[in-house]
């Protein structure tokens, strides 16, 4: 699905208050996502609770998260959870941008 550069930016944004990172791209949703991606297998690697945590705050579903967990490859299983980070992300920034212009 495409997404116009403001929902994307809106996003990012977010996602580096979130992670407490501040060189997320902005402009492409593959570099974002790669990128993202990096962040949450360090997480893995480093602070499961943190990870855990900000997942609870974006509202990634459970059920979700658990199915992204079932993987041998823990670079797979952060590509997975940063694609529902982003879905979610993405959702919520189009919700913001909808109502926000009423």
Known sequence: MQY???????????LQSLFEVENLPVSNLESLHFKLARVVLHLLNTDLAKLLQILYRIDVEEKAVKEAMIADDQEMIAERIARLILKRELQKAELRQKYSSR
């Open 4 to 14: 116009p550069p403001t929902i994307i930016s809106s996003a990012t944004t977010r």
